[in-house]
């Protein structure tokens, strides 16, 4: 069973930066897109960033030029770097890998926490 795990949140100031990392523990084949979603408390997840397996990438209004999301289908993996950090980006952010049937891979979730 592919199972994703999530590595690299955690506390920082605003302003700072974290790097999300996602690797799914198997090969999983014929992948159509990977993306990144958070869950605030009290608010439904919503996407932060996806790319396809062409290599499109979208981002949410409130993380465009502050994101960055990378990934590399063959290995599974994917990532999210996040420069200039608000206290508004902190939530659980899960990773998302959609492969051809399609299905809908999902990590564990990761904190991230924006405070001084």
């Known amino acids: 069973q592919v199972q994703l795990v999530e590595s690299g949140g955690g506390l920082v100031q605003p302003g700072g930066s974290l790097r999300l990392s996602c690797a799914a523990t198997r090969k999983i084949f014929s992948i159509n897109s990977m993306g990144w979603y958070r869950q605030a408390p009290g608010k439904q997840r919503e996407l932060v960033a996806s790319i396809t397996s062409a290599g499109r990438t979208n981002y949410a209004d409130s993380v465009k030029g502050r994101f960055t999301i990378s990934g590399d289908n063959a290995k599974g993996t994917v990532y999210l770097q996040m420069n200039s950090l608000k206290p508004e980006d902190t939530a659980i952010y899960f990773c998302?890998?959609?492969?051809?049937?399609?299905?809908?891979?999902w990590g564990q979730g990761t904190q991230v926490t924006v405070s001084s």
């Open positions: 998302n890998i959609v492969d051809w049937r399609p299905y809908d891979y």
